[in-house]
T-cell receptor, first 118, second 117 residues
């Protein structure tokens, strides 16, 4: 079984300030990790993913995330946010087998609503 | 190219009625997933198809929920005797064929908002 905890349900921030959205996961097997963004009245869009290799992953729109295996965390960061980053962000995991193939289903966190104020 | 499409975008029904929700995956994607997103929650897994067969249906909440994918492309999620608690956004996603050592990225559709009165 696996689970994802997003530690903040809402994060308000001013434009051009840095932001960190926190994500912790629990799994008895190896996982792949993802961050998705959901803009109002739109579907989920992939921001970035960690599969293997460097623990610092860069995604779209200037976001990056760092995988920390010892702390089972995958926090999302952006050094300077824009009004257009206002959205809901979801952290997700999927279990993988020894060959690196995913078992399929994603387990999502509860989401963090990021609100960027002018 | 076209993304994942879902129809209808909104569905309002009465308690006890039957509904069908349709998903058209990205062309060539063999894996298809259904999720349910209740208000204020993250998406929850319902069922996963690899080709025509359901590879994992462990997320279906009860026997009122059923999904099919008869030709390995379009999928239909069917809900019988709807209840008010079924009200949610139903999301569909697809991903390319999985091969040994490959990774999956799921591409999501815009969802169908189901409201049961």
């Amino acid at each position: 079984a696996q689970s994802v905890t997003q530690l903040d349900s809402q994060v308000p921030v001013f434009e051009e300030a840095p932001v960190e959205l926190r994500c912790n996961y629990s799994s008895s097997v190896s996982v792949y990790l993802f961050w998705y963004v959901q803009y109002p009245n739109q579907g989920l869009q992939l921001l970035l993913k960690y599969l293997s290799g460097s623990t610092l992953v860069k995604g779209i729109n200037g976001f990056e995330a760092e995988f920390n295996k010892s702390q089972t965390s995958f926090h999302l960061r952006k050094p300077s946010v824009h009004i257009s980053d206002t959205a809901e962000y979801f952290c997700a995991v999927t279990s993988i087998n020894a060959g690196g193939t995913s078992y399929g289903k994603l387990t999502f966190g509860q989401g963090t609503i990021l609100t960027v104020h002018p | 190219g076209a993304g994942v499409s879902q129809t209808p975008s909104n569905k309002v029904t009465e308690k006890g009625k039957y509904v069908e929700l349709r998903c058209d995956p990205i062309s060539g994607h063999t894996a298809l997933y259904w999720y349910r997103q209740s208000l204020g929650q993250g998406p929850e897994f319902l069922i996963y198809f690899q080709g025509t067969g359901a590879a994992d249906d462990s997320g279906l909440p009860n026997d009122r929920f059923f999904a099919v994918r008869p030709e390995g492309s379009v999928s239909t999620l069917k809900i019988q005797r709807t209840e008010r608690g079924d009200s949610a956004v139903y999301l569909c996603a697809s991903s390319p064929r999985l091969a040994s050592g490959s990774r999956n990225e799921q591409f999501f559709g815009p969802g169908t908002r189901l409201t049961v009165l």
